[in-house]
């Protein structure tokens, strides 16, 4: 069995807990227009973006880092959306399962129940963004179904669960923050981490024909979502990815 990938990172610090190998798997079913991977997005192998790796092959490379996982770290699948190929991942989660090894989905969540439900299954942990909440805007900037979202949200472990918002003209509206606000709170989110959007993705964007969306939202802004946030999730923290 063979999934596609775009990368394979060693010693990641910000993919979950302790020192990760994350899996960046091909292929999302929404469109951000900020992404940071634009070439995670199409399934398709498309320049020199994709390729097609055997389970066994994978987890070579996982096991390679085996040793660094004792700081309480383990591998994170990511991509594009990994929860579209969990599948035909499900033998080598079973594996790394049956290593003791910690594995971390980070899911948009715009994915159809019953994968989720294979990675409640295997999760120990998930990080899950928190993007635009009102129903038109969901499908008209993200071309997302913000019912599945919802649905998806109710059917996750929150202590496993860390929130991620990513802050940008889009999502830094007014409404928008207020929603996000009446979300967490609804659901007694644990662990929230808000993040800037950068522009390192510009050169990826032109390699893809792509149009590159992006504008910074100041340091003032994020201050200000931050203290809101914190209010009601003690543990929220600005982070850098
Ligand atoms: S969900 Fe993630 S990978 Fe998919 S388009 Fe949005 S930012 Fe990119």
Redesign the pocket.
């Known amino acids: 069995m063979k999934v596609r990938i775009t990368d394979i990172q060693h010693f990641s610090l910000h993919d979950g807990p302790g020192i990760r190998t994350t899996v960046f798997l091909k292929g999302?079913?929404?469109?951000?227009p900020?992404?940071?991977?634009?070439e995670?997005?199409s399934s398709q192998i498309e320049n020199e973006f994709g390729k097609d790796i055997s389970l066994k092959e994978l987890e070579k490379e996982i096991l390679k880092d085996k040793p660094f996982y004792e700081t309480g770290g383990g591998v994170t699948f990511?991509?594009?959306?990994p929860l579209l190929q969990i599948e035909k991942l499900e033998p080598l989660l079973k594996s790394l399962k049956n290593n003791n090894i910690n594995i971390c989905f980070e899911t948009?969540l715009?994915i159809p129940e019953k994968y989720l439900e294979l990675a409640n299954k295997y999760g120990d942990e998930f990080i899950v963004?928190i993007?635009i909440l009102n129903e038109i805007e969901c499908k008209n900037i993200?071309n997302g179904d913000i019912n599945q979202y919802l649905n998806n949200l109710s059917l996750l472990d929150l202590d496993k669960t860390t929130f991620r918002i990513?802050l940008n003209e889009f999502t830094l509206t007014y409404e928008n923050i207020n929603l996000i606000l009446e979300l967490l709170k609804k659901f007694k989110a644990k662990k929230l981490e808000i993040f800037k959007i950068h522009n390192l993705a510009r050169k990826k964007y032109e390699i893809l024909n792509k149009e590159f969306y992006f504008k910074y939202v100041s340091n003032e802004q994020i201050q200000e979502v931050y203290e809101k946030f914190k209010e009601i999730i003690p543990n929220t923290n600005i982070i850098e990815i």
């Open positions: 999302c079913s929404i469109n951000c900020w992404c940071a991977n634009p995670c997005i990511s991509g594009g959306e948009s715009f963004d993007k993200l990513p």
